[in-house]
């Protein structure tokens, strides 16, 4: 499936003429047990697509919710092995919803690139955000991931223009991903003019869906980014519900996945409320 399944959900959501919300948690956090159960309730909750974070201990282009929650993942003995097997579990009741690892090269070149491929399309992985690879890098992952079908999703950000798009997505694939924000994430609002203006110069020239993600917290925000884009990535504040449902140790009180559950559900009401300029 791999990259089938991003572009078959993009077609779906196209159907129904409403954005796809994305929502993203860190593999891990704050234990394997509960995120794996938070993973499985996320389609239901109305996620159409789901960013699963590969716990790093150096995640330089996150906010302080993400880094923390890596910490808080890696302190329980997540790895990328563990995740691949999240994945895979997952995958035993849910052969539709894409699934996206998003995260840093490091771990995927000491795993080996041939081999996390592999292994990654097995345990069904659908594409990958790496967010220190730029174009310029792309023969470290981006062109092995296009031989096997793999997705490999490509950043642009307010300083993109038409030149550099067309370098970003010469070996990207699946949808591209525009940085609302200049900056790290979870840490500044997104002007909505700005953002919707980039996006109708990017189709100009392609016709790759286009999700938004950085800085994007509430239902609200979620509508609005919705009338105009493919797609809308919220990550920080779920990470933040997560966080806030744990103790000094990282264990979760009994509300934690009720309650991440639900302010998904709320977030997929936002998008489906979008008033469509489409």
């Known amino acids: 499936m791999a990259l089938d399944r991003i572009e078959k959900r993009f077609e779906k959501l196209k159907t129904e003429k409403r954005a796809g919300l994305v929502t993203f948690v860190t593999a891990g956090d704050p234990d394997l047990g509960t995120s ?51 994945v895979r579990l997952f995958r035993q009741d849910d052969q539709v919803t894409p699934i996206i690892l998003m995260g840093y090269y490091n771990p995927i070149y000491v795993y080996g690139v041939d081999k996390f491929l592999y292994d ?19 023969t470290e992952l ?14 642009a950000t307010p300083t993109t223009n038409e030149k550099r798009l067309n370098i970003i997505l010469r070996n990207g694939s699946g949808f591209l991903y525009y940085v609302t924000i200049a ?46 884009s ?3 990535v919220v990550g920080s504040a779920i990470v933040d519900i997560i966080k806030n449902n744990i103790d000094e140790q990282n264990v979760a009180n009994s509300e934690l996945i009720g309650r991440v559950l639900s302010f998904v559900d709320e977030l997929s009401d936002g998008v489906k409320s979008a008033k469509r300029e489409d």
């Open 36 to 86: 794996l159960e938070i993973l499985k309730g996320l389609p239901g909750a109305g996620a159409d697509i789901i960013e699963l974070g590969m716990p790093f201990s150096d995640p330089m282009a996150d906010g302080p919710a993400i880094q923390e929650a890596s910490i808080r993942a890696l302190k329980g003995k997540m790895t990328l092995a563990k995740t691949l097997e999240m």
């Open 230 to 232: 493919d797609a809308v």
């Open 120 to 138: 990654a399309l097995s345990a069904g992985i659908d594409g990958l955000i790496i967010v220190d690879l730029p174009p310029e890098e792309d």
């Open 183 to 228: 900056g790290i994430t979870g840490t500044a609002k997104p002007d909505l003019t700005p953002v919707k203006n980039a996006l109708d110069k990017f189709r100009a020239v392609s016709d790759i869906p286009m999700a938004v993600g950085f800085g994007i917290k509430t239902p609200k925000n979620v509508a609005r980014f919705a009338e105009f």
């Open 142 to 155: 981006a062109i092995p991931a296009k031989k096997v079908n793999m997705g490999m999703i490509h950043l």
